[in-house]
Every structure is written in structure tokens, then in C-alpha cells.
């Protein structure tokens, strides 16, 4: 079984940064690319950052300059650092892998969101 766990969130001010981490457990096989999503209240849940499993990488606009998304393959661990955090960044996000486990097919795996708040 597969499991991706997420820490690191919290409350912040304007300005502030946190560093979000989301680790993969079980019977995996190999991991592709790993992502970052993000849903405020009242709003879908959106694209943060992705980054492949050879390390390219791609952010939505709204946080280009300002996140940074990294991984270490030999922990099954991805990273998102978050510089200069706007009020606009508060919500739930949600680490997401394009993964093959050990027996079943290839597939894409969620964890359970960690709440990024930050404060004016």
C-alpha cells in the first residue's frame, strides 16, 4: 500500500516563509513526477509546482519567483519551499505523485493536505 504523508504547514505573516514537505511510503517501485496542488475555500484546487522525476521543473504564474519545489529520490520525498507568502496563498495543499507500486498498475497518488495560512 502507498502513502503520502505532508507536514509542515502553519500559520505565517505576509512576507514569511514555510517549507512544506511530503514524503511516499509502501510498495513503490518507482516514482515520476511529483507535484504540489493547492485549494482555497470556496476554490478548485489548483496546480502549484510539479517537478519530474529527472528534476525539471514548472510553477503556475502566481508563484513563480516566490516557491521553489525539489525533491530527494532516495527518501521518495518532495519539497516545496515558500518565500514572501501573500495572504492569497492561504490554503489546503496537497502533494500528488505519478507513481508505480510494486504490484498494480501505474497511478496517481494524494495526500491528505496540510493548511498554509497566512496572515495580513
Known amino acids: 500500500q502507498v502513502q503520502l504523508v505532508e507536514s509542515g504547514g502553519g500559520l505565517v505573516q505576509a512576507g514569511g516563509s514555510l517549507r512544506l514537505s511530503c514524503a511516499a511510503s509502501?510498495?513503490?517501485?518507482?516514482?515520476?513526477?511529483m507535484d504540489w496542488y493547492r485549494q482555497a475555500p470556496g476554490k478548485q484546487r489548483e496546480l502549484v509546482a510539479t517537478?519530474?522525476?529527472?528534476?525539471?521543473?514548472n510553477y503556475a504564474d502566481s508563484v513563480k519567483g516566490r516557491f521553489t519545489i525539489s525533491r530527494d529520490n532516495a527518501k521518495n520525498t518532495v519539497y516545496l519551499q515558500m518565500n514572501n507568502l501573500k495572504p492569497e496563498d492561504t490554503a489546503v495543499y496537497y502533494c500528488?505523485?505519478?507513481?508505480?507500486?510494486?504490484?498494480?498498475?501505474?497511478?496517481?497518488?494524494w495526500g491528505q493536505g496540510t493548511q498554509v495560512t497566512v496572515s495580513s
Open positions: 500528488n505523485a505519478d507513481l508505480d507500486p510494486t504490484r498494480g498498475p501505474r497511478g496517481r497518488y
Open positions: 509502501g510498495s513503490i517501485f518507482s516514482i515520476n513526477a
Open positions: 517537478i519530474t522525476s529527472g528534476g525539471s521543473t
